[in-house]
């Protein structure tokens, strides 16, 4: 071995080796295979995805076809007008007749109320309305004897007035007769004429003052017969009111509906005004509150279909009755002032009415507040 063999194999075991000198591998081909192919390089693949890719752009042309014909909202609620009860008297509750969430009708009985003091009122009016009666008789009664009297009076006066017409013409032919033959006619003949024709005359006067003595007494019997007849006008009154007043105590169902919310019980004392129970109508309708963007082609009449968060698989058809004539903020107790601070625009929305027009089935517990999702058809 030559001497400088020895440092010369350790200098190559500490030097690096480089590819140029590996020794060539076999023919196994592992080193001259090709590199693997990207899965996004298949062909396949990109067929796959440029359908897909299709098939997407189809599909959402076909949904804004068809969503561009609808608009729909999930801020929209059932409501109704809620009738509260309440008395119009007060009163001990005698009997109740409808337990919570009952179905009434129109003209059903709901309460009563202890009728002893409306009915008290009552009879004492029907007396108060016949002694109005019993007056007018006798005011009438008085109107008669004063006619009467008024036609006595006249006749008296045209008999007085006779008598004074002879008189004084029987004075007349004395003071004639005296003036041609003064011997014929004898003094005291022409004053006891003259004296008959005062007398006749005087008598006369007082049956005229009868007479109007008389027509006085007549017209103050006729303001007794009107006074007896306001009288019973004001008794006539007083029963109707009286009558109003017991009806008051059977308090009835102004509508058909269900009763909800019953507060009162057999024996509680009522003050007029106190809530008793509402009844929830069977008229419903739907509060939209569309966006103000949405409003464009909404018109009223336009169908709507609506499903009610409580029956998802219920649909419901309607249609838009009316919209509100401004936003619902603009009715707020608060409502915005933009003119001062800073102006952030927000998207108002716009309430809008839908009629139910076809309910579903009766048992379903439909009622004010549910939430509903309506879709319009706008186009």
């Given at each position: 071995?030559?001497?400088?063999?020895?440092?010369?194999?350790?200098?190559?075991?500490?030097?690096?080796?480089?590819?140029?000198?590996?020794?060539?591998?076999?023919?196994?081909?592992?080193r001259?295979?090709?590199?693997?192919?990207?899965?996004?390089h298949?062909?396949?693949?990109?067929?796959?995805?440029?359908?897909?890719?299709?098939?997407?752009?189809?599909?959402g042309?076909?949904?804004?076809?068809?969503?561009?014909?609808?608009?729909?909202?999930?801020?929209?609620?059932?409501?109704?007008?809620i009738?509260?009860?309440?008395?119009?008297?007060?009163?001990?509750?005698?009997?109740?007749?409808?337990?919570?969430?009952?179905?009434?009708?129109p003209?059903?009985?709901?309460?009563?109320?202890?009728?002893?003091?409306?009915?008290?009122?009552?009879?004492?009016?029907?007396?108060?309305?016949?002694?109005a009666?019993?007056?007018?008789?006798?005011?009438?009664?008085?109107?008669?004897?004063?006619?009467?009297?008024?036609?006595?009076?006249?006749?008296?006066?045209?008999g007085?007035?006779?008598?004074?017409?002879?008189?004084?013409?029987?004075?007349?032919?004395?003071?004639?007769?005296?003036?041609?033959?003064?011997?014929?006619?004898?003094?005291?003949?022409?004053?006891?004429?003259?004296t008959?024709?005062?007398?006749?005359?005087?008598?006369?006067?007082?049956?005229?003052?009868?007479?109007?003595?008389?027509?006085?007494?007549?017209?103050?019997?006729?303001?007794?017969?009107?006074?007896?007849?306001?009288?019973?006008?004001?008794?006539?009154?007083?029963?109707?009111?009286?009558?109003?007043?017991?009806?008051y105590?059977?308090?009835?169902?102004?509508?058909?509906?269900?009763?909800?919310?019953?507060?009162?019980?057999?024996?509680?004392?009522?003050?007029?005004?106190?809530?008793m129970?509402?009844?929830?109508?069977?008229?419903?309708?739907?509060?939209?509150?569309?966006?103000?963007?949405?409003?464009?082609?909404?018109?009223?009449?336009?169908?709507?279909?609506?499903?009610?968060?409580?029956?998802?698989?219920?649909?419901?058809?309607?249609?838009?009755?009316?919209?509100?004539?401004?936003?619902?903020?603009?009715?707020?107790?608060?409502?915005?002032?933009?003119?001062?601070?800073?102006?952030?625009?927000?998207?108002?929305?716009?309430?809008?009415?839908?009629?139910?027009?076809?309910?579903?089935?009766?048992?379903?517990?439909?009622?004010?507040?549910?939430?509903?999702?309506?879709?319009?058809?706008?186009?």
């Amino acid at each position: 071995m030559p001497p400088d063999s020895a440092p010369t194999r350790q200098a190559d075991a500490g030097r690096p080796r480089h590819d140029s000198d590996r020794k060539p591998e076999g023919d196994d081909g592992r080193r001259d295979a090709p590199p693997k192919k990207s899965l996004l390089h298949n062909r396949w693949v990109q067929v796959g995805g440029a359908l897909l890719l299709i098939a997407l752009i189809v599909g959402g042309v076909l949904w804004w076809l068809s969503a561009r014909h609808y608009e729909s909202t999930d801020d929209a609620y059932i409501d109704a007008r809620i009738v509260r009860l309440a008395p119009q008297i007060a009163g001990r509750v005698e009997r109740v007749l409808v337990d919570d969430n009952a179905p009434v009708e129109p003209g059903q009985l709901l309460v009563e109320i202890d009728a002893a003091d409306a009915q008290a009122k009552l009879d004492q009016a029907l007396a108060a309305g016949a002694q109005a009666d019993a007056q007018i008789a006798q005011a009438k009664a008085q109107l008669g004897v004063a006619t009467a009297a008024v036609e006595q009076a006249k006749a008296n006066y045209a008999g007085a007035e006779l008598q004074a017409a002879n008189a004084a013409r029987d004075l007349a032919r004395y003071r004639t007769l005296q003036r041609g033959l003064p011997s014929a006619v004898s003094q005291q003949q022409l004053d006891n004429a003259q004296t008959a024709a005062s007398n006749s005359a005087a008598q006369r006067d007082a049956a005229d003052k009868q007479v109007k003595g008389s027509e006085a007494q007549l017209g103050a019997a006729a303001t007794q017969v009107q006074a007896a007849e306001a009288q019973r006008k004001s008794a006539d009154a007083g029963i109707a009111e009286a009558r109003l007043t017991l009806s008051y105590t059977k308090v009835l169902a102004p509508v058909a509906g269900h009763v909800s919310r019953r507060t009162v019980a057999v024996g509680a004392y009522l003050q007029p005004g106190q809530e008793m129970m509402a009844i929830v109508p069977a008229e419903l309708w739907v509060i939209a509150n569309f966006k103000e963007t949405q409003l464009a082609d909404m018109r009223p009449g336009q169908p709507v279909r609506l499903v009610v968060d409580a029956y998802p698989g219920l649909h419901l058809e309607g249609h838009v009755d009316s919209i509100q004539r401004g936003a619902g903020q603009a009715f707020a107790l608060l409502p915005a002032e933009n003119a001062t601070g800073n102006f952030v625009k927000v998207v108002q929305r716009v309430p809008v009415k839908i009629v139910i027009d076809q309910p579903g089935p009766p048992d379903l517990a439909l009622g004010p507040g549910m939430s509903v999702s309506p879709r319009v058809t706008v186009r």
